[in-house]
């Protein structure tokens, strides 16, 4: 876990997350993130656990969150 580039690709997929994860949701999934990517470094190594995050990362990527936190919209006019 503390190679260098494990902490590139970790910043780099938090980075992404925090982009579009709402803020009120964003350290808690962050938390949960790390803890993950830390077991998953020492019970299958650095190079799959690298996927794993970026896989996970992805996950919570979804168009309902962009729309909900970065397009503000009304559904009813009057």
């Known amino acids: 876990m ?3 580039e494990n902490h590139t690709i970790l910043r780099s997929a938090l980075r992404f997350l925090k982009w579009f994860c709402p803020d009120h949701l964003y350290e ?3 938390g949960d993130l790390i803890q993950k ?3 998953d470094v020492k019970a299958v ?3 799959r656990a ?3 995050l970026v ?3 992805i996950r919570f990527f979804r168009p309902g969150i962009l729309l909900r936190n970065k397009i503000p919209f009304n559904l009813i006019q009057v």
Request: charged share 45%; proline share 6%.
């Open 2 to 4: 503390n190679s260098p």
């Open 28 to 30: 808690e999934i962050e």
């Open 37 to 39: 990517f830390q077991r």
């Open 45 to 47: 190594g650095a190079a």
């Open 50 to 52: 690298k996927r794993r």
């Open 55 to 57: 896989r996970d990362v």
